[in-house]
């Protein structure tokens, strides 16, 4: 291993940690960050933001769904979140008569509410320290852990949470789950007690002209206009516990809910944020860095280029297209955009060399106190990144080409093939279920949100690039058509996969029900090519997993050397969609040379970006008018303007969608909802100069409820100063 690097450790900073940098466990803030907190400016004592025996503004924070946060805002358990986290809900409640992406959605009662099937919100009760737990747990079952992977197995982890708390305490708490997770590799281990509602009810929602308004264009920019939010509830049994919808249920009346403050924040005032975020990198090796920036990031944008291409011409020519793939469309490009900014820090600040830097620390460390087991740590993730290069580099491309690019790509096949069993077996009992199971699963996969012929347009753009980039004897078996009865033409394969498969439509689908057979099922090429890409993403996993077990030890072990090298409490975990606090202060930027971006946008901003013939521009001309008349209520700046976002240098990531900026007295001042594209590198290494959260003023949600919506009944139920 090369030690060129070896002159900078003693002139660096120890793995150089930032003021703002990291998302920090709620239970180990005053061990860990809460005095630096107070020297920014935090008026709160720490068992205000955590208390694990009585209320605090934790209880007051939710996990939304599996991917967002969100925060209660009402003692009727009222719940801020974003457009875009709820964007699903408001898709699935619109139709061309109730088009509530386009036009917005207020529930001015109770009863006018809409119920969403399978959303939930998750409150963490408590968070416990059970490492000493989970390691005498490991030693004990050892015998049983033949493949040495327990120490990070969430089903393993799972079952000794439960045996932790007990079947008797999950029985008598309605709603309650348990969940260990694994912190630092593996050398540290946390217990969370969680409870989770699941009758949450749409409220409300602004126009996606405002929700979405800069759409992606604007994604990961700055200067935003975008009023990113939406409103539900949280509804329990007549007891206050977690229960399915019900009409009898009512509105929850929660623990804790935050107060929401007008008085806005300005340049350098502290800020902190609460919320689940998703997944970081911080300690990742030089090699980990090149791998994701020349594989993963690579793979992503190339492939979510092609894909949406071909979505935005199809949804921009027909209003029924833009309502079906409006959600699929903003998930792919968030992440298309965001692996373009993660490439951009990369080599802007040279992460490769920051990652080295941090090893050679460790050499130098490991080597004065004989500790060559971290040397041998080093040399096995070095050794592995590169021998599964190939593979992962497949992997990707299936992954981002075949399986998220196309639709009939992930048709089930399990009820077909038994299916075919039973027409094969003559067996009529059998064949009436599973012919029953087969149609269910036809009318799940070709729902109202799916469009086969936009699936067959998308298919032959990613089938095409596919082939393009990955050797022929490296494809699925299911490609094998293409070259020998199409000769290798895309577009003649896929009109044929749909011309003739059972899945391929409506028509096909009765056809063969009136006339089944078992071998319409076995030759049928679009079963037989579901097959064959699920056949390739095995193969593909297993390969990869060979080098699974020798790859965590070694992370774990690099990870345990530098523990102890720096200190236990020296560092955030990365995130892991666990409950973390963030805290910074409102800052602009200077995103190239001579250019300075202030830390907050007003509605002039939205005025003058206002472009009639570009939908991701277009202004409601409710808000036009509310602009002329100046009429902002209570809610306007000193200067009379109305905000609408912010910037504040707290360190955040994918998950903290809708998560609660608070200011120094722990009132309500802002919706996460977006980072700056400079910033986004951040999910590897933090960058003070860069790193921005982009944040909806709370004060511009409270107009539009209010003065645009004519929502007020929403208003008077919040606590706002």
Not at 581 to 600: F, I, S, T
């Amino acid at each position: 291993m090369k030690k060129s690097f070896l002159i900078l450790i003693f002139i660096l900073p120890a793995f150089f940690l930032f003021a703002d940098e990291g998302m920090w466990m709620l239970h180990l803030l005053k061990q860990q960050k809460y005095p630096e907190m107070k020297k920014l400016g935090l008026k709160l004592k720490d068992y205000d933001i955590y208390n694990p025996d009585g209320a605090s503004i934790k209880d007051a924070v939710v996990q939304f769904g599996s991917g967002c946060t969100g925060e209660v805002i009402s003692s009727q358990g009222l719940v801020l979140t974003n457009h875009h986290c709820g964007y699903g809900q408001i898709q699935n409640h619109s139709s061309l008569e109730h088009n509530y992406l386009e036009n917005g959605f207020w529930a001015m009662t109770k009863t006018e509410e809409l119920p969403n099937p399978g959303l939930t919100v998750t409150f963490i009760d408590k968070i416990e320290d059970v490492t000493d737990y989970v390691k005498k747990c490991l030693e004990r079952d050892k015998s049983l852990d033949k493949d040495g992977v327990f120490f990070l197995s969430p089903r393993y982890l799972k079952s000794i949470a439960m045996e932790r708390v007990g079947a008797e305490f999950l029985r008598n708490n309605a709603g309650s789950d348990v969940e260990i997770k694994p912190f630092f590799d593996g050398n540290r281990y946390f217990m969370f007690i969680k409870k989770i509602y699941s009758d949450v009810r749409l409220v409300g929602a602004p126009p996606s002209s405002i929700g979405k308004f800069g759409a992606d264009t604007d994604n990961w920019m700055w200067p935003r206009h975008t009023g990113d939010f939406s409103v539900f509830r949280i509804y329990a049994d007549k007891n206050g516990n977690p229960a399915p919808y019900s009409p009898d249920n009512v509105p929850l009346k929660p623990k804790r809910w935050l107060t929401v403050s007008t008085k806005g924040a300005k340049e350098n005032d502290f800020a902190m944020i609460l919320g689940f975020p998703g997944t970081t990198n911080k300690f990742y090796t030089s090699w980990e860095v090149a791998e994701r920036r020349d594989i993963d990031n690579a793979v992503r944008i190339n492939m979510r280029r092609v894909r949406q291409e071909t979505l935005l011409r199809e949804m921009l020519a027909d209003p029924q297209v833009n309502i079906q793939y409006a959600s699929k469309y903003t998930g792919s490009t968030n992440a298309y955009k965001s692996a373009i900014g993660s490439n951009w820090a990369i080599d802007k600040r040279n992460f490769i060399m920051t990652k080295q830097q941090q090893q050679e620390r460790l050499i130098h460390w490991a080597e004065k106190n004989n500790k060559r087991h971290c040397l041998a740590a080093l040399d096995t993730i070095q050794n592995i990144v590169l021998q599964r290069s190939d593979l992962r580099f497949r992997d990707r491309m299936l992954n981002e080409g075949i399986i998220r690019g196309i639709e009939f790509a992930n048709i089930p096949t399990r009820n077909a093939d038994s299916l075919i069993l039973a027409l094969q077996s003559k067996n009529e009992k059998k064949t009436e279920n599973f012919t029953s199971l087969f149609l269910n699963d036809f009318r799940n996969f070709a729902n109202k949100n799916y469009n086969a012929e936009v699936d067959k347009k998308v298919s032959k753009a990613m089938i095409a690039e596919y082939i393009r980039l990955i050797p022929k004897d490296k494809q699925p078996g299911g490609f094998t058509d293409l070259y020998t009865a199409f000769e290798g033409d895309v577009n003649k394969f896929v009109d044929n996969v749909f011309e003739n498969s059972v899945f391929g439509s409506e028509a096909n689908m009765e056809r063969f029900l009136s006339n089944p057979s078992p071998e319409t099922l076995i030759d049928d090429a679009m079963l037989n090519f579901a097959r064959s890409v699920k056949e390739e993403e095995e193969k593909l996993m297993d390969k990869q997993n060979a080098f699974t077990r020798a790859y965590n030890i070694a992370r774990r072990t690099y990870l345990n050397g530098i523990l102890e090298m720096d200190g236990a409490m020296a560092y955030a975990p990365d995130a892991n969609l666990t409950l973390r606090l963030a805290y910074g202060q409102l800052k602009g930027y200077e995103p190239r040379d001579a250019v300075y971006y202030k830390p907050q946008t007003t509605v002039e901003g939205i005025m003058e970006k206002e472009d009639p013939q570009n939908w991701e521009f277009v202004v409601p001309g409710k808000l036009k008018e509310l602009y002329r008349s100046g009429d902002f209520g209570r809610y306007a700046l000193p200067d009379g303007k109305m905000p609408v976002a912010f910037m504040a240098s707290t360190h955040t990531t994918g998950g903290n969608s809708g998560s609660p900026v608070m200011n120094a007295n722990g009132e309500l001042i802002g919706i996460n909802f977006d980072r700056n594209w400079e910033g986004v590198g951040g999910d590897i290494q933090y960058l003070p100069d860069y790193q921005r959260s982009i944040i909806v003023d709370i004060r511009y949600v409270l107009f539009i409820i209010d003065k645009f919506a004519g929502a007020t009944h929403l208003i008077e139920e919040m606590d706002v100063r």
